[in-house]
């Protein structure tokens, strides 16, 4: 092993989200590898926040109070990194990107790591924040020593922005394996706390309730199959506004699915509910490495995912792939899906340790941090 590393990442929050799975499994492997490793947050609480903790993580909160706490938060942010004087400081996603940017002036010297979590999204479907930060992340990207995107099409689209070669990299996410694994038992226990029957053929799509995941395209899918089908049910798990919650639900009432599709919300057991699927569905229009593709696929569950980020590379042939937005591919698939279920089918977990695998994203990550600090 290499010496100990000495790194402060900052996020918005550790609240349920991709990014902030990821960065807790990293985090998680390299304390235990016994690096020096504590995370600074915008925002108190969320469940990975409870994570760290209990494997003795410092979580290190900038108590930031709403958008419009902006000097005070930032005199915060510098204070703190006076105080922890770390040798390498890593952001995650583009606020946290620039924000440490700008900090690093007014604190001890430190090597600057971004982190880049997306890839072909649109930063208007965010508003005028989420151009800025596009705008922003773009004007800044020769200042990091060092820049690591977690997919592949990522790494294309942001040197294609104009982000260096020289310094802008990909690693891949990485997926717990031990914990992520075909579990039938667990899956019918989630189901009966659903209300769904064990005889009935359930298709999933997880993730935060966003517009980029285009939950509405999964309804539409999913009403002509309902309409076909009387034995199959779906479910949508995730985060998120009870204003677009509601309104999602609304949408699959109107489309006669009030009683086939159920919103759970947020799980904290998300390989229960993985292997409460027959199918898992990614209708995203936007994604980088999507981690909820890769988790299902290590339960064993196969999967249909929109062509966007690295979905394509990542499930090989072991799955189904159409064009992002295209709704009529998606039912087609999800069609064929189910009429075949009988066929025996490759499993899906096979992929994922071959490239997936948690190993991978500790061990690319660590050596890339100990060439950039000269740690030996």
């Not at 992340?137 to 040197?159: H, M, Q, Y």
């Not at 189901?191 to 980029?212: H, N, S, T």
């Amino acid at each position: 092993m290499s010496a100990p590393l000495d790194v402060l990442f900052l996020i918005r929050s550790l609240h349920l989200g991709g990014a902030e799975r990821q960065l807790t499994l990293l985090v998680l492997a390299m304390h235990a590898a016994g690096h020096r490793v504590r995370v600074a947050t915008f925002y108190d609480g969320g469940a990975f926040e409870r994570d760290l903790n209990q494997a003795g993580v410092p979580v290190l909160s900038l108590h930031k109070s709403g958008r419009w706490d902006v000097l005070p938060f930032f005199w915060r942010l510098v204070c703190l990194l006076r105080q922890e004087n770390p040798k390498i400081v890593h952001g995650y996603l583009p606020m946290s990107n620039v924000l440490l940017w700008l900090a690093r002036y007014f604190a001890p010297a430190c090597k600057l790591v971004w982190g880049v979590r997306v890839s072909d999204f649109d930063p208007s479907q965010y508003g005028w924040m989420g151009r800025l930060e596009s705008w922003l992340e773009t004007r800044l990207a020769c200042f990091p020593d060092l820049i690591i995107c977690n997919s592949w099409k990522g790494l294309s689209l942001v040197r294609h922005r104009g982000f260096p070669e020289s310094n802008t990299v990909c690693v891949p996410n990485g997926i717990d394996t031990r914990r992520f694994r075909s579990d039938p038992l667990s899956g019918a226990r989630i189901r009966k706390q659903w209300g769904i029957a064990p005889e009935c053929f359930v298709f999933g799509l997880m993730g935060r309730l966003d517009p980029v995941k285009n939950h509405p395209g999964f309804i539409t899918a999913a009403a002509r199959l309902a309409a076909e089908f009387s034995e199959l049910n779906f479910v949508c798990v995730g985060p998120g506004p009870d204003v677009y919650r509601q309104h999602l639900q609304a949408l699959a009432n109107a489309a006669g699915l009030s009683a086939r599709m159920i919103f759970p919300g947020a799980c904290h057991d998300m390989p229960s509910a993985y292997n409460a699927l027959d199918v898992f569905v990614s209708a995203s229009l936007s994604e980088g490495s999507p981690n909820v593709l890769g988790e299902a696929m290590a339960c064993g569950v196969q999967v249909i995912s929109t062509d966007v980020g690295d979905a394509a590379w990542l499930m090989a042939d072991y799955g189904e792939i159409v064009p992002p937005g295209n709704v009529d591919a998606l039912y087609l698939a999800m069609r064929q899906m189910y009429l075949q279920r009988a066929l025996p089918r490759k499993n899906p977990h096979e992929r994922i340790i071959e490239v997936f695998d948690l190993t991978f994203l500790e061990q690319r990550t660590v050596t890339l941090l100990s060439e950039l600090s000269g740690v030996k």
